[in-house]
């Protein structure tokens, strides 16, 4: 990709999705190699449990509609999960043609349904008969969304509190746009919202409605808050001009494109997913040179293997076993290069690996720019606000339920997951919503008729 005299519209293109979607034919021949397996490992290893035979079978007898339903019947977030799941970790790969030939492309069958239900402006589903309890819902992510989902498909009056002024959290805002457009998760908000549920924008709980505001005026919340910003490196010169928030650097690429890369060396610290997005969107935004700088080695790190990938396709360059111990600045205040050190692992706690420097080892690597992608701090002020139990700011819950220790809220997504807890996916986040949504219920409505 050229860095010289690149347009806004150039860039605009790079952020277009890159894969296409299936063409008919394909999603034809395709649906009908599937074996449409009873008890069907692939649906067993989707974390939402999608019926994959039956939306399969659905599409090679044409009927899409159908199929888009029964895939969000059980993943609310069901177009996006087409698109970010690490389908070869999951569904495709239990494919029990991984034996003979190669695995049901089940993910771009998924896209093909969803995307067929999105242009084609389906409602796919309607809200339940009230049954007079309602719901408050914090945060409208994977999890709060399919937590309002299936509570205002099971009669209750939901009100999701969002603090930005768009819904559909990390899809909306956090995931690149040449991976997940935007137009896709503001279709499954829109599915959401279709149901009678109330968005309230731009509303910060914890600062413009308070915890007990909300213990007061609904029968149960939701607290689906997922992250916050990424913290601190704790090194000299991180506030530069030039040092960005990875979180808020993928964000500022959905809602507008800088040229302000374009030519220039950027060094991406943190081998996650949002480290490979930041990398990848620094390529695509003309960037000349980009760096992932990582203390452990490609085994260790977080990123799925088709994030990595796809990183070194954009030709990304990898610093392994370096570490930054300063950023350098010019006189101006702007950041000029990273003095890093080389690492070594030695065996640490849990049997992984611990990265100590190389004396001596000293070096520098001149960059213009440096992203910050070391994960992520938790909302633990807000969790404190309603007095819940949690680990270092991970809430504690029963992993069947979402319960907390206060019976009346229930938790979901990133919020819970740390300290052996959850898992960070946008399919498991989704789960989570539903499992939490189907408990209330249960407590809710069983407590009705006991007390009836």
Request: contains cysteine.
């Amino acid at each position: 990709m050229g860095t010289s005299f690149i347009s806004l519209t150039d860039l605009k293109r790079n952020f277009a999705e890159v894969k296409a979607g299936m063409r008919p034919k394909e999603a034809m021949e395709e649906s009908n190699r599937c074996l449409f397996c009873y008890d069907a490992p692939c649906t067993r290893a989707c974390p939402t449990g999608i019926n994959i035979p039956s939306f399969i079978k659905k599409i090679a007898s044409g009927n899409l509609k159908g199929s888009a339903r029964t895939i969000m019947e059980a993943n609310p977030v069901g177009a996006s999960c087409s698109r970010v799941c690490p389908t070869e970790e999951l569904c495709e790969g239990a494919c029990v043609l991984h034996q003979s030939s190669k695995p049901i492309l089940i993910g771009q069958l998924q896209r093909y349904a969803t995307d067929w239900a999105m242009e084609n402006e389906q409602q796919l589903f309607k809200a339940g008969a009230g049954n007079g309890k309602s719901v408050a819902v914090i945060g409208s992510g994977p999890a709060g969304l399919s937590a309002a989902r299936e509570l205002a498909r099971l009669g209750f009056q939901v009100t999701v509190y969002e603090a930005k002024s768009e819904a559909g959290g990390l899809d909306t805002y956090g995931i690149v746009s040449f991976r997940l457009p935007q137009e896709v998760s503001l279709w499954e908000v829109e599915q959401v919202r279709g149901l009678g549920v109330i968005f309230r924008m731009n509303t910060r709980v914890g600062v413009d409605v308070t915890a007990d505001e909300l213990l007061q005026n609904y029968d149960a919340v939701v607290l689906a808050a997922g992250m916050s910003k990424v913290p601190m490196l704790g090194i000299e010169g991180e506030t530069l001009a030039g040092v960005y928030d990875a979180i808020d650097f993928v964000e500022s690429t959905k809602t507008g494109l800088d040229p302000h890369l374009i030519g220039k060396r950027v060094a991406v610290i943190g081998a996650g997913n949002t480290a490979i997005d930041a990398a990848t969107c620094s390529v695509r935004l003309g960037a000349e040179h980009v760096q992932i700088v990582y203390r452990r080695t490609r085994e260790e790190m977080t990123a799925y293997d088709f994030e990595f990938e796809f990183a070194k396709g954009d030709g990304v360059a990898f610093q392994w076993l370096t570490a930054p111990q300063r950023i350098l600045g010019d006189e101006a205040g702007r950041v000029v290069a990273i003095e890093c050190l080389r690492m070594e692992l030695i065996d640490g706690d849990a049997g992984r690996k611990k990265p100590v420097p190389i004396a001596g080892s000293e070096f520098l690597i001149y960059v213009d720019a440096v992203i910050k992608a070391i994960g992520q701090t938790k909302h633990t002020a807000l969790i404190d606000q309603f007095k819940l139990d949690h680990r270092r700011g991970t809430v504690t819950v029963d992993p069947q339920t979402g319960q907390t220790s206060n019976p009346k809220v229930y938790a979901a997504g990133d919020i819970i997951f740390g300290e052996g807890q959850g898992e960070a996916m946008v399919v498991s986040a989704a789960q989570q919503g539903k499992l939490a949504a189907h408990a209330i219920n249960r407590n809710l409505m069983n407590n009705q008729e006991e007390s009836a």
